[in-house]
C-alpha cells in the first residue's frame, strides 16, 4: 500500500504570501491518480486538484498543482483569509484502494 | 446537483455492529462508471478510505478493516449503505460518503456523520 507523507505539518503563513505544500509517495503514483482536498473545521473535504494539475470546478486559479513520480506540489500562490484551512493530498492505487496523506494545517501567521 | 447526506446512529456501545446510510441525488448508481465511496477521520486525525461500491456491484474494501465491512445499495432508493461490525471506540470518527469521479478521486461528499462508541 502507498503510504503518502504531507510536509510541514503545520505552515504558518500570512495573508498575501505564497504557500508550497508538499506530498511524498512511499513509491511511483501516476500523476492521473493524485489529488488535493481543502477541509475546513466542521466541514467535508472539498475538491481542489485532481489529475495532480487540474483544478477542479469552482476552484480559484490561484490553485495549482505538479508534481509527477513521488513528489507533488499544491501552491496558493497569494493566500486569501478563506485558504487557511487542512489541506490533504490522496492517492488511488492499483489495488483499487485510495490513501491519504495525514494533512498539513495552513495557520494565519 | 449532486448531493449525498449520510444518516445512522450518533451513538454505538462497543462490539455492536453499525449501520450507515448514504442517500445521494444528482446521478443513479446504474449509471456505468458512477461510484459511490465511504470515508472516515476519527476526531483531529487524518481521512481514512474503508469501502467502494461501483455500479455494476463490484466492491472493494480497505485492507485493515475488510474483515468488519460490508457496503451494499438499493439503486431504487438511490442509497449506499455501509455495515461495520465489532464496533470499538477507536472507531468514533465522522463518516462520510463520497461519489468518486472516474474511479480516482472524490468529486462530491456528503455533510458527514459523527458516530461515537462508547458504553
Known amino acids: 500500500e502507498i503510504v503518502l507523507t504531507q510536509s510541514p505539518g503545520t505552515l504558518s503563513l500570512s495573508p498575501g504570501e505564497r504557500a508550497t505544500l508538499s506530498c511524498r509517495a512511499s513509491?511511483?503514483?501516476?500523476?492521473?491518480?493524485l489529488a488535493w482536498y481543502q477541509q475546513k473545521p466542521g466541514q467535508a473535504p472539498r475538491l481542489l486538484i485532481y489529475?495532480?494539475?487540474s483544478r477542479a470546478t469552482g476552484i480559484p486559479d490561484r490553485f495549482s498543482g505538479s508534481g509527477s513520480g513521488t513528489d507533488f506540489t499544491l501552491t496558493i500562490s497569494r493566500l486569501e483569509p478563506e485558504d487557511f484551512a487542512v489541506y490533504y493530498c490522496?492517492?488511488?492505487?492499483?489495488?483499487?484502494?485510495?490513501?491519504f496523506g495525514q494533512g498539513t494545517k495552513l495557520e494565519i501567521k | 446537483q449532486v448531493t449525498l447526506k449520510e444518516s445512522g446512529p450518533a451513538l454505538v456501545k462497543p462490539t455492536q455492529t453499525l449501520t450507515l446510510t448514504c442517500t445521494f441525488s444528482?446521478?443513479?448508481?446504474?449509471?456505468?462508471?458512477?461510484?459511490v465511496s465511504w470515508i472516515r477521520q476519527p476526531p483531529g486525525k487524518a481521512l481514512e478510505w474503508l469501502a467502494r461500491?461501483?455500479?455494476?456491484?463490484?466492491?472493494f474494501y480497505s485492507t485493515s478493516l475488510k474483515t468488519r465491512l460490508t457496503i451494499s445499495k438499493d439503486t431504487s432508493k438511490n442509497q449506499v449503505v455501509l455495515t461495520m461490525t465489532n464496533m470499538d471506540p477507536v472507531d468514533t470518527a465522522t463518516y462520510y460518503c463520497?461519489?468518486?469521479?472516474?474511479?480516482?478521486?472524490?468529486?462530491?461528499w456528503g455533510q458527514g456523520t459523527l458516530v461515537t462508541v462508547s458504553s
Open positions: 463520497a461519489r468518486i469521479a472516474g474511479g480516482l478521486y472524490f468529486d462530491y
Open positions: 444528482g446521478f443513479s448508481l446504474s449509471t456505468s462508471g458512477m461510484r
Open positions: 461500491i461501483d455500479w455494476d456491484g463490484d466492491k
Open positions: 513509491q511511483s503514483v501516476s500523476s492521473s491518480y
Open positions: 489529475g495532480a494539475s
Open positions: 490522496q492517492q488511488y492505487g492499483s489495488s483499487r484502494s485510495y490513501s
